[in-house]
């Protein structure tokens, strides 16, 4: 019918045709669609809990539907809502903010994203520790700005070398990224890296985005720290990112936040407003629901996804080739399979860690992650955010597979 395929003239964007798609979620989609073919694929890829979202929450949701709650609330979500993130943040971290200094948006992700928009110009630049979750150098270019990687290691349990830090620094800096406990190696930075980090920021003039979507998952009874605890100097020049999918199992809620000084928390506010709107209405009332109802679905999960670790790390270092840390928070592994690249396994060559992840996805129907979407090669990620009977078989499909 046409001369030419339309397609192949359109105009796309030049933002468009720079990104590519998240690598978690495309592992997932491509789980999920073998599975809809009758594949007994088991997913250790996309990091959502296996858990139902508790019913209390749920029944928040119907209730506030019910109640005719089903209209626009204020673009940066609803004042209750804002006061109950308020609340939560004070009990479970102790730190005092303003509601005015929270932005209620469609997810964590979104969250970070309406960050980088108040805070990003062409050119700036984002200091951000690999391995990093997939999303945060895609989110920053799409503003227009650099992740400025700096690399760390399972030997070093993924602490960043704070001179390197330094060195890195230029005077297009702006922000340092801090994600702990982190996607995807369930590192936690210590007390000294935290510190280190913090001076660097206030020597700087920088500020810090601290993704802390992961608090409430720590083990072996770790309390959550974050530069903004350091003191008050630090606490102003720290932006939150949270939100309610991991802590509650509520990937699919979509309701997540910024805390940020006055003036940034405004500007990403105007910008939502332009961009979405509010977050969904039920929802905004379900999470007031998790963060002030009962809390023991939290520990209840928490101590699941430990005693998951628990089984996962030991089963993965006495595999041949695998050096795998021992997570201190969130639901992933990240062990270093650098041992099996440059290897043929039963047949196939695996020259990268990408085609390790899709062996074990074709030939042992287990998918997991490279590490190199994460900027670390020769790892892969594996969520344990799955049931024990399924981690189980999925350790006896990756021994079989690598032997
Ligand atoms: N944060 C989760 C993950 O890394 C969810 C998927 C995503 O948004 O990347 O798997």
Known sequence: ????????????????????????????????????????????????????????????????????????????????????IVQ????????????????????????LMNIWESIVDPGDE???????????????????????????????????????????????TIALLINSPSNPAGAIFTEATMRGLAEIAVEGDLLIISDEIYKHILFDGRKHLSTAQLGEE??????????????????????GWLIAPKEIAKRAGDIQSQ?????????????????????????????????????LVPALCEMAGIKCNKP???????????????????GTPIPTDL???EYLLEKALISAVPGSAFGSDGYIRFSFATSMELLQEGMRRLREALS
């Open 1 to 84: 019918m046409f001369a030419t395929n339309p397609e192949d003239t359109m105009k796309i964007s030049q933002r468009a045709l720079a990104i590519a798609p998240s690598p978690t979620i495309a592992m997932s989609s491509r789980a999920k669609a073998m599975r809809a073919q009758g594949q007994d694929v088991i997913s250790f890829d996309v990091g959502e809990p296996d858990f139902p979202t508790p019913e209390n929450i749920c029944r928040a949701a119907c209730d506030a539907i019910a109640a005719g709650h089903t209209k626009y609330t204020p673009a940066a979500g609803l004042p209750k809502l804002k006061e109950a």
């Open 88 to 111: 939560a943040t004070a009990r479970d971290v102790g730190l005092q903010y303003d509601p005015a200094q929270v932005v209620v948006s469609n997810g964590g992700k979104h969250a």
């Open 126 to 172: 984002v200091i951000v520790f690999a391995p990093y979750w997939v999303s945060y150098p895609a989110q920053i270019e799409l503003c227009g700005g650099r992740a400025v990687v700096i690399p760390t290691r399972g030997e070093d349990d993924f602490q960043p070398d704070l001179d390197q830090v330094r060195t890195a620094l230029s005077d297009r």
């Open 234 to 255: 630090v606490k102003s020049r720290t932006i939150l990112a949270d939100g309610v999918a991991k802590t509650y199992a509520m990937t699919g809620w979509r309701i």
């Open 275 to 311: 961009e979405t709107s509010n977050p969904n209405t039920p929802a905004q009332y379900a999470a007031i629901e998790a963060l002030l109802g009962p809390q023991d679905s939290v520990a209840t999960m928490r101590a699941e996804f430990e005693r998951r670790r628990d089984y």
């Open 328 to 346: 201190g928070g969130a639901f992933y592994v990240f062990p270093d399979i650098s041992a099996h690249v440059g290897r043929t396994l039963n």
């Open 355 to 357: 085609a390790l992840a």
